[in-house]
């Protein structure tokens, strides 16, 4: 092999996996000096989690950055003047063998642009996983991009040899995806969804009934969006995450803050990438669904379309929603607690456990972990030391805000002493 050319389709095809967010890259660069340990390498290492939340580092790299189609948002688009690679299949495997016998990493996360048609490229994509599988006795982690419009036989083999599975939905919505990526079509991605959520659940049965039953895509599958590329509102988003949710039990969706990236007139004439910010609320929102038993209509209304950017999506709630609070926190059921701002799951928990031995106040709760400067003004427990009740809701979020801004001033002014 031409570990020279090798390196250079590395630099090439690994930056341009970068924006598949479905693993963050760790963004490090420290090679190995003088015959040290370990060595980031800093092309396409990144880490994603496991399904019993193991934090494992990934070669996160494309297949090829060839492409027949010309989605607007996508740096790998046909019309875009790139410089164009690609590995072989033995390549990848070779790749993949080398850096997990040097510890580099521990799984491999391979996504490809499209050449000559669906199943062409998905039957490479296959062959690599099967290939590290079957032959090199590859135990480590592999997550494979599905390609959409590829048969069901290929997602089938797909399913045997990687751990997860995806299909990026792209857009929010068929008329974003008909604008912005006219050659594709949401059927051709909605329809492997749709397999491979039966036949993981049909492989997780006759697992059940039969041990020595094969394994289908054990870590299930997952999905991306692009945010910010069309005028969709953060309703829009999250409604359809829901019901990507819903109808195909996906793990995770995965929210892409659109980079300017194309002078398209399609796209907005964004001169920024789209505020991290709107990421992260995303993702608060998508946790609050999944974790917190929050249906998505009543994260974003008709009225309020959009996410607060200034505080989080259950705060929004709670301040929309004060009639239903101050509950008291020695008496109310375990999804009411849920929805308290400042108590996470693990709090709420704790709180069902410890109320059964005494009543609590706000030294056990503050023990136990929840946010009191938050939680305060929406519950009251058996000591009546904090009494915000009767706040407006613009109250109570100008004097949450204006607490973290001094917490933010004291973090900083930490940091500043320290130099
Ligand atoms: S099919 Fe995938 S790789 Fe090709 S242009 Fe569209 S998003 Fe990019």
């Excluded at 598949?20 to 090679?31: A, E, F, H, I």
């Amino acid at each position: 092999m031409n570990w020279d050319r090798v390196k250079e389709k590395l630099n090439i095809l690994s930056d341009a996996a970068k924006y598949d967010v479905s693993c963050s890259s760790s963004g490090s660069k420290r090679p190995n000096k003088d015959k040290g340990l370990g060595d980031t390498t800093g092309m396409g290492i990144c880490h994603s989690y496991t399904e019993d939340g193991r934090c494992i580092s990934l070669l996160k790299i494309l297949l090829t950055n060839f492409c027949i189609y010309d989605c607007a948002y996508c740096v790998s688009r046909r019309s875009n003047d790139i410089k164009r690679v690609a590995f072989t299949v033995e390549e990848v495997v070779d790749l993949t063998i080398n850096f997990y016998r040097r510890n580099y990493i521990e799984g491999l996360f391979l996504s490809s642009g499209i050449f000559k048609n669906p199943d062409y490229t998905m039957e490479r994509l296959v062959r690599v996983a099967k290939t590290l599988r079957t032959e090199h006795n590859f135990n480590g982690y592999i997550h494979l991009k599905t390609i959409p419009g590829a048969s069901d036989d290929l997602m089938k083999e797909a399913g045997l040899y990687a751990d997860r599975l995806s299909v990026n939905i792209e857009m929010p919505s068929e008329q974003a995806l008909k604008k912005l990526a006219p050659e594709k079509n949401t059927s051709d991605i909605i329809r492997p969804m749709g397999y491979l959520s039966q036949a993981i659940v049909a492989a997780k049965e006759e697992k059940a009934l039969i041990r020595s039953a094969p394994v289908f895509a054990p870590a299930g599958q997952s999905t991306q969006m692009v945010i910010g590329a069309t005028p969709d509102t953060d309703r829009d988003i999250i409604l359809k995450a829901n019901s990507l949710y819903q109808d195909f039990k996906l793990k995770r969706v995965y929210y892409s803050g659109y980079v300017p990236i194309s002078n398209d007139n399609r796209l907005p004439g964004l001169q920024s990438p789209i505020p991290f910010v709107r990421e992260h609320r995303l993702y608060q929102a998508d946790w609050l669904m999944r974790f917190y038993q929050f249906s998505a209509k009543e994260i974003v209304t008709d009225e309020q379309p959009q996410l607060d950017s200034d505080i989080d999506p259950k705060l929004g709630w709670a301040l929309r929603n004060l009639h239903l609070f101050p509950i008291d926190i020695n008496k109310a059921d375990y999804e009411m607690i849920l929805r308290v701002p400042g108590i996470g799951v693990n709090s709420a928990k704790k709180i069902i456990s410890a109320r059964l031995y005494e009543r609590l106040g706000w030294e056990q709760l503050k023990k136990i972990g929840i946010a009191v400067n938050r939680a305060r003004y929406f519950i009251f427990c058996k000591d009546a030391r904090y009494n915000y009740i009767g706040l407006q809701a613009t109250t109570i979020r100008q004097q949450i805000l204006a607490g973290s801004e001094s917490k933010y001033q004291q973090h900083l002014k930490s940091q500043l002493s320290l130099f």
